[in-house]
């Protein structure tokens, strides 16, 4: 069984703060970890993932994210928030050959405060 | 198309009516998701499917609920006699294998209001 936990449903920063949302997962095995963003009235949009390799990834609009194996996490940073910052992020995690493992956490809600 | 096509963007129906969702996604892929967002919630698994295997419906919350997919391209999802705690936005994704690696391309999703 896999799960993921996002600390914090509700994240607010002011703007050119540095953005930290925390995800951890729990995996029996190895993890394919995901970071999704999802805008008002729309569909999530992938930010950046984690198959294997380095293990700091780096995704779109100047997001990264740091696998820790040791932690459990996969926490996704971003050094200075725009306002274009502001959505909903959602981690997920899945595992080789289960596409239909594929589980998401509960979501944070990203503010950016002017 | 250029990305996942979900229809209508916006439904509304009275308590007990049947409704229909449909998904259309990206061509050539061969995994296709239904998830359930519900306000303030995180995304719920409904259904998978994955090329011509049988679908895991481990996700349906109620035999009210199924989900079709012909010619391995468009899915249909059905709710029967709908309730108001149905009401939500329907997400449909879609993948190239569905082998947990490669992302998921994400509708814009239906909202459904049940009055």
């Known amino acids: 069984a896999q799960s993921v936990t996002q600390l914090g449903s509700h994240v607010s920063v002011s703007e050119g703060a540095l953005v930290l949302l925390r995800c951890n997962y729990s995996s029996s095995v190895p993890p394919y970890l995901f970071w999704y963003v999802q805008y008002p009235n729309q569909g999530l949009q992938l930010l950046l993932k984690y198959t294997t390799g380095a293990t700091l990834v780096k995704g779109i609009n100047g997001f990264e994210a740091e696998f820790k194996k040791s932690e459990t996490s996969f926490h996704l940073t971003k050094p200075s928030a725009h306002m274009s910052d502001a959505a909903e992020y959602f981690c997920?995690?899945?595992?080789?050959?289960?596409?239909?493992?594929?589980?998401f956490g509960g979501g944070t809600r990203l503010m950016v405060k002017p | 198309g250029a990305g996942v096509s979900q229809s209508p963007s916006n439904k509304v129906t009275e308590k007990g009516k049947d409704v229909e969702l449909r998904c259309d996604p990206i061509s050539g892929h061969t995994a296709l998701y239904w998830y359930r967002q519900s306000l303030g919630q995180g995304l719920e698994f409904l259904i998978y499917?994955?090329?011509?295997?049988?679908?895991?419906k481990s996700g349906l919350p109620s035999d009210r609920f199924s989900a079709e997919r012909t010619g391995g391209s468009v899915s249909t999802l059905t709710i029967q006699r709908t309730q108001q705690e149905d009401s939500a936005v329907y997400l449909c994704?879609?993948?190239?294998?569905?082998?947990?690696?490669?992302?998921?391309?994400f509708g814009n999703g239906t909202r459904l209001t049940v009055t």
């Open positions: 994704a879609s993948s190239f294998a569905g082998t947990g690696v490669e992302p998921l391309h």
């Open positions: 499917f994955q090329g011509n295997s049988a679908p895991d």
């Open positions: 997920a995690v899945s595992q080789l050959n289960a596409g239909n493992m594929l589980t």
